[in-house]
């Protein structure tokens, strides 16, 4: 499986834009990039995922660069309850995710 | 709600005894997973299985076991107990086998294991 780099920890105004950034330079052709997001000791919840093209849903916007080595996961408007640990996975057969960046929402 | 359901939540329990944590994917999924998450780590993946048969390990110990039943819940067996087995044990499922690289996990709400 392929590993991803993240910033341990991120501040973010609220109302603005959060921009998560993760790195996996060593993504096969195959393997699709999530983002998880783990609210306190609740479980991680999906939030969204790509294999090549740039996705939104209502809660993220999820930008892959061209050559897949790396993505940027947006929260276009960030509020307190998105104070959490946002994990970046590149799955093969399992699903490892690392420790995450934790994000603090500044009010 | 996920709609993975995992009891107890809480278990206290001492050094040296067994206990079993059950895990219930969401209605229709045939892949269960088990991760375990202490203070100072992050979410360890221990094992997955698929229909029944265990298609994955990762970092689980031999005192360790799991099981996928025929009604597909799941149950994963903690023996020998250690204090740093103390951690939140979490359960997640998902239609597809894991081999495809398409699906998404849907975790449940852990069962917090204390070890005194």
């Known amino acids: 499986d392929a590993k991803t780099t993240q910033p341990t920890s991120m501040d973010c105004a609220e109302g603005r834009a959060a921009n998560l950034p993760c790195n996996h330079s060593t993504i096969s052709g195959n393997e699709y990039v999530y983002w998880y997001r783990q609210i306190h000791s609740q479980g991680p919840q999906y939030i969204i995922h790509?294999?090549?093209n740039n996705e939104t849903n209502e809660m993220a916007s999820l930008i892959i660069t061209e050559d897949r080595k790396s993505s940027t996961l947006i929260l276009p408007h960030a509020t307190l309850r998105d104070t959490a640990v946002y994990y970046c996975i590149v799955s093969g057969n399992q699903f490892y995710f690392g420790t995450g960046t934790s994000l603090t929402v500044i009010p | 709600d996920s709609g993975v359901t995992q009891t107890p939540k809480h278990l206290i329990t001492a050094t040296g005894q067994r206990v079993t944590l059950r895990c219930s994917p969401r209605s229709g999924d045939l892949s269960v997973y088990w991760y375990q998450q202490s203070l100072d780590q992050g979410l360890q993946f221990l094992i997955q299985y698929y229909n029944g048969e265990e298609r994955a390990k990762g970092n689980i110990l031999e005192r360790f076991s799991a099981q996928q039943f025929p009604d597909l819940h799941s149950e994963l067996n903690l023996s020998s107990l250690e204090l740093g087995d103390s951690a939140l044990y979490f359960c997640?499922?998902?239609?597809?086998?894991?081999?495809?690289?398409?699906?998404?996990?849907?975790f449940g709400s852990g069962t917090q294991l204390s070890v005194l």
């Open positions: 790509g294999l090549k």
């Open positions: 997640a499922s998902s239609a597809e086998s894991g081999a495809a690289t398409n699906e998404k996990l849907f």
